[in-house]
T-cell receptor, first 115, second 115 residues
């Protein structure tokens, strides 16, 4: 029973490039969450998606960041024209349904470094 | 706004000792869940223990237990018979059942278990 998968684990980009982070939820999970962890800080919520729907993107920066969770395939967090401040660990979590006692299970994270 | 505060940035104890990590939170909601997550050097987020706010009985998972004081909005984690493998960052978090589907994390406590 594979857990939440994220790739790549490490990503290096130069300023101005695009970063694409992928997340495959656990089998049977249809809800995906993205969190960002800046150095020496806790995780901060970015976006919550279900298949083909963005449910809550209140934590997403208004520009350059977008997320999708298509009917087929992994969820993608896309950062356009990256800047040094985007350097962080990005975690994906999944859960089987919204509300209730459903616990979010985390992937190993993608560490993005912007040069 | 919901907030989580972990007032101990770092703690250090000897192997086999008992250690308690503090967490306080602020919310006007009455129905929520509380979690402790562990983040070892691998950076993987690992669920340690979960507490439903409507339950008065404190949750226990092997050597890990919580002291949940709802009126005081306090949720401390006790680790008994600490082991070297317990060395990690520990994050307290809560989840509002009827609200936005996201975890709100504290800043973390860096716990070191010394041999």
């Amino acid at each position: 029973n594979a857990g939440v998968m994220q790739n790549p684990r490490h990503l290096v980009r130069r300023r101005g490039q695009e970063a694409r982070l992928r997340c495959s939820p656990m089998k049977g999970h249809s809800h995906v969450y993205w969190y960002r962890q800046l150095p020496e800080e806790g995780l901060k919520f970015m976006v919550y998606l279900q298949k083909e729907n963005i449910i809550d993107e209140s934590g997403m920066p208004k520009e350059r960041f977008s997320a999708e969770f298509p009917k087929e395939g992994p969820s993608i967090l896309r950062i356009q024209q990256v800047v040094r401040g985007d350097s962080a660990a990005y975690f994906c979590a999944s859960s089987p349904a919204s509300g209730g006692p459903n616990t979010q299970y985390f992937g190993p994270g993608t560490r993005l470094t912007v040069l | 706004a919901q907030t989580v505060t972990q007032s101990q940035p770092e703690m250090s104890v000897q192997e086999a000792e008992t250690v308690t990590l503090s967490c306080t939170y602020d919310t006007s909601e009455s129905n929520y869940y509380l979690f402790w997550y562990k983040q070892p050097p691998s950076r993987q987020m690992i669920l340690v223990i979960r507490q439903e706010a409507y339950k008065q009985q404190n949750a226990t998972e092997n050597r890990f237990s919580v002291n949940f004081q709802k009126a005081a909005k306090s949720f401390s984690l006790k680790i008994s018979d600490s082991q070297l493998g317990d060395t990690a960052m520990y994050f307290c978090a809560f989840f509002i059942i009827q609200g936005a589907q996201k975890l709100v994390f504290g800043q973390g406590t860096r716990l070191t278990i010394n041999p």
